[in-house]
């Protein structure tokens, strides 16, 4: 391993959760290490093949929610620091938990990359460093949620401290929005998508410390949810520290309008999707739960208005068209971007559709034979090609299930009466990150946190009435 910058600052950050875990409760060291720890710390170490100059590319490069090379990363040094602060002093917290069948998708999530590796002849130790890799990345962080992010003050924290680190970003992102990207390569160095669709129709998308500007839209899209419903539910009457301090309300609409000020629209999208039931809530004072279903049933029937439109206008080819021409004609182009991508690597997938070709390099679709696979491309589409359709249904399903569990007990909206509102409010922000993973693969990985816990909560119903 070279010992370059952010190598070494992904070293030290180990050591510091360490400490944290020492001097602090699990839970706080748990947020400050996860969500802190994603907002400020570099990527990895990018080897320099891959740094943009200009515009350009060079190479291609991966998210770090995908497991590849290089294996320590942002997500696996904060995932490394996590465990063994909590082993080392959180372990009574560990020791409470039991498998139960509800952690099977996260089971088959980490063990796969194995069994891929061996379906395609690979060498035994490419599956076992994937399967370390999303063990630290996604394990640690699903395994901790489950032991002390399972009841009302916990998920609450968790909602505030999204809020928190997406306030504590403004400045720097301000900042990025007036000339364009700077704060990572002034710290950190090269970036490979430091510029990649930073320009906007008003100015630039802001960047900061994070993998994509895609990835930095959904985070502030995550932040300004959370501040809304805590505001809403009575739980923000203000914000700061000490006698600095602004209304709550100041603190939500900062959040709202930075999101719509950088410009990142599927995220601008899917931040008002997950307000729309809050303000239906509010207006009318409908149960949150008929609110989810009247849009559930709404987004089904659009679904199939879509199908027979599809069908009674040239067929897939009449859609093709008439989305590109719709998507150009705004000056949207990556999103038919995205969708050509996806097309055109459906056939390598069908080739090994159960367990994938076990590496990222699986498709040919690109010059030189390598899989240029970059965090503006679906998550799902890398996992697919990666690790089949056992893979897809496993990750997804360890999202999936948390979210559902906790919207199927949800009889109405108690606005001020925990452990549901913020249990609800979890499962928001946690099914916002899962849909925009349809577009993009920089996941806020911290975002498991609540999927831990909301599997806690709702289905581990002896333990949830424990805490």
Not at 110 to 135: F, H, K, Q, T
Not at 164 to 174: H, M, Q, R
Not at 237 to 266: D, E, I, K, N, T
Request: charged share 15%; proline share 6%.
């Amino acid at each position: 391993m070279t010992l370059t910058i952010p190598t070494l600052l992904l070293g030290a950050w180990v050591f510091l959760t360490i400490l944290l875990y020492q001097r602090l409760d699990g839970r706080r060291a748990a947020l400050i290490a996860m969500i802190g720890g994603w907002a400020i710390l570099p990527t990895g170490d990018y080897p320099e093949e891959v740094i943009r100059i200009g515009k350009e590319s060079h190479g291609p490069t991966h998210a770090v929610s995908i497991p590849t090379p290089p294996w320590f990363n942002k997500a696996t040094a904060i995932g490394l620091g996590c465990l063994l602060g909590a082993v080392l002093f959180d372990w009574p917290t560990l020791r409470r938990l039991r498998p139960r069948w509800f952690d099977l998708p996260a089971i088959v999530w980490v063990l796969v990359p194995i069994a891929s590796a061996v379906s395609n002849d690979l060498p035994w130790e490419e599956g076992l460093a994937r399967s370390r890799s999303l063990a630290l990345a996604w394990g640690v962080a699903y395994t901790i949620g489950r032991a002390s992010f399972a009841d009302g003050p916990a998920l609450r924290a968790f909602a505030r401290a999204w809020m928190t680190a997406g306030l504590a970003c403004l400045p720097f992102a301000l900042a990025e929005f007036a000339v364009g990207p700077f704060w990572y390569h002034v710290f950190y160095g090269g970036h490979p998508y430091r510029f990649d669709g930073d320009e906007r129709y008003f100015l630039h998308r802001p960047l900061v410390f994070l993998e994509h500007g895609n990835e930095f839209g959904i985070w502030s899209a995550t932040a300004a949810v959370a501040a809304a419903w805590l505001w809403a539910v009575g739980d923000l009457p203000s914000w700061g520290v000490g006698r600095l301090r602004v209304p709550g309300f100041a603190a939500v609409a900062s959040l709202v309008a930075a999101c719509l000020l950088w410009q990142s629209f599927g995220s601008i999208l899917l931040m008002l999707v997950a307000l729309a039931p809050l303000v239906a809530n509010r207006r009318t004072g409908i149960s949150l739960r008929s609110v989810m279903v009247t849009g559930v049933v709404l987004l089904s029937l659009a679904i199939a208005a879509a199908g027979a439109w599809v069908v009674f206008n040239g067929g897939v080819e009449g859609l093709r068209g008439q989305v590109r021409g719709l998507f150009g004609a705004i000056g949207r182009g990556s999103f038919t971007w995205r969708l050509a991508r996806i097309e055109e690597h459906f056939p390598q997938m069908a080739r090994r559709p159960i367990l994938g070709w076990g590496r990222a390099d699986w498709s040919s679709r690109s010059p030189g034979g390598t899989f240029e696979a970059p965090p503006a491309l679906s998550l799902w589409l890398h996992v697919t090609g990666m690790f089949g359709a056992t893979g897809l249904v496993a990750s997804a399903s360890l999202m999936l299930l948390p979210i559902a569990a906790t919207l199927i007990r949800l009889k109405s909206f108690p606005w001020n009466v925990a452990p549901w509102a913020y249990a609800t409010l979890a499962a928001v922000l946690l099914a916002l990150n899962f849909a925009d993973l349809a577009n993009n693969s920089g996941f806020l990985l911290p975002v498991l946190l609540a999927a831990g816990g909301l599997t806690t909560c709702s289905l581990d119903r002896p333990h949830a009435r424990r805490g």
